[in-house]
């Protein structure tokens, strides 16, 4: 890489660099411990060296609440992930750690929707609800470890339904009311929820979806749930007989809110993230694991501050959710938006920013694209508030890193983040103190200790690699649901390279300590940050009798989902089959689901064990020497290859 190439697009002005919370954190350290860190790369490799050290101090920089405190910070698993334990004998309570930022010269929340115009609830508002949920819940007989499910869209009802159920030491689990009915089962079947929170419908893109027929499907078909309870959302009048009303639960008296301290390791929520075969793998993060992490990214590596106002475009049904909700932890006030980024227009976020006076404004890349494409009907604004802008989802390319600042504001810190539903968090992402240059990322985070390995676990700088973390965190999965000797778990992760996580990204770490991250290296689809499993994709592309076979690869720098179908004897490929394949997908798993492009071929490439060799199509398609990308020895069919090396070559014409 080239000095003279590498112009910064932003810098941090004198007064971030001496303001900045992890210059606060520095200086604390120097005061407290006696430790002196000159940049942030000392610190960086301070806080992946002496790990034990480095928690134990974010535990009491950010004066955790707990009823318990801990014996011991880091009790290490036997492989030295997997059955890791933190913080022994402390207990907590996450929501807890929220309402001790409650006050009243601010709101806890802003929210905004398609149909309804911005709106603050109160600190006392929310506490009043979430006392009044938390009642209900024990009422009912909810206790500590049982689960609780929502399908609910990005509104106050589902941070309230989470805190209610944290509050009581259940676990939460949620999905966006637009997944299908079998990709909600799919998920809530394996953590068997006793109660499921829903609404009656939500509004998207200015059209109208009823979830009433839904609803009763899904509860008919997970034999735990005891009690459905609806929101009337889309309809203020809605029928909810045969359900439990979510009003009737919020005019109900409560008692004051309480809170139940449990284990630093006890389950805060399951989220799902699909594997390349079977059911999506429910992962279950710890309480205070992502407490601490949390606070940790948004603090230091976001700066976000008491008083501000964080947003970030999210689905509940994308760990992006749970990330922004946090931002309550830091005593900032949480902006949500339920509804199209892109309706009536591309402008309604960036309006939302200027209206709600928004400090740290979020999204995945896919947003920032549609914005880019979008042109002269993308109307500019002062947004004098704006002071961050983050992105997540999928690499943020180079020319949309300048656009950004030609466009959005030329001030503004980009933030651009990657990590996963694995982590609920982020491993590489922003450092306020470090200037921004086009298509890198600032810096890994602190506590994780990314690297990039070559095939043969050797580490790299200034060349792409396995993205890989060698040393344990508090937010990895305490384990997967269901998860006999945590097989799933170290299939997932570790058998790639012995005792390492490996992370299924291309990753290379720059000279500078800056990070560019090139797309999965699995055959995972990632798209807008969430994770897709091609099984859902094959169960359905194959229920058709027109197919035969098929594969699916997403491509990142494109931001595309390909479909290549082989089609049985005597069928062919059809408009109206493309149609119907669409509409299945959509209609069982999500909209996400849904591929950009269908494109018939011959044959599909198999290993001779049988599986679909979607990683060394993905490749070829990317750019990479067919002879590098796959080992035809290894192949069941080689002569399948060829197809995929012709698409190739036809790009390259």
Known sequence: MNKTSRTPLWKPDPALLENANIKKYMDWLFVKKGLYFNTYDDLWHWSVTDIESFWESLWVYFSVKKKDAHTQVLNRGKDGFIGTRWFERATLSYAENVFKNKNKKRPAIWFKSEGQKLTPISWESLEKQVAAVASWLKSVGIRPGDRVAGVLPNTPHAIVAFLATNS????????????????????????????????DGYSYNGRKFNKLEDITLIQGAIPSVKHM?????????????????????????????????????????????????GKPKAIVHSAGGCLLEHLKALVFHQD????????????TGWMMWNYALSALLTGATLTLYDGSPGFPDINVLWDLASV???NHFGAGASFFNACMKA????VHRELKTLRSIGSTGSPLTSEMFKWVYDHIKEDAWLVSLSGGTDVCSAFVGGCPLSPVYAGEIQCRMLGAKVESYDENGNPLIGEPGEMVISQPMPSMPVGFWNDTDDKRYRESYFTRFENVWTHGDWIEITPYGTVIIYGRSDATLNRQGVRIGPSEIYNVA??????????????????????????????????DLAGRIKARLRADYSPRHVPDEMVVAPDIPYTKSGKKMETPVKKILMGMNPGSAVSKEAMANPGSVSFFESLLADKGK
Request: hydrophobic fraction near 45%; charged fraction near 20%; include cysteine.
């Open 375 to 378: 042109g002269d009907q993308l």
């Open 229 to 277: 309870v609806v929101i009337p959302y889309l309809d203020q009048d809605c029928d909810v007989s045969g359900f439990i009303s979510w009003n009737d639960i919020l005019m109900a008296s409560a008692p004051v809110l309480e809170f139940e301290a449990m284990p630093f390791s006890h389950p805060i929520w399951v989220l799902y993230s699909s594997g390349t075969t």
């Open 168 to 199: 009581v030491g259940a676990v939460w689990s949620c999905c966006s009311p637009d997944f299908g009915n079998m990709a909600v089962v799919d998920r809530f079947y394996q953590i068997s929820p006793k109660v499921i929170f829903a609404v």
């Open 542 to 575: 194959e229920s058709f009798e027109e197919v035969k076979d098929s594969l699916v690869i997403y491509l990142e720098d494109q931001d595309k989902i390909y479909l290549f179908l082989v089609m049985n004897e005597g069928m062919s490929f059809t408009d």
């Open 304 to 315: 976000v501050r008491p008083g501000e106002n964080f947003f970030w475009y999210s689905t």
């Open 356 to 358: 709600a006076k928004i």
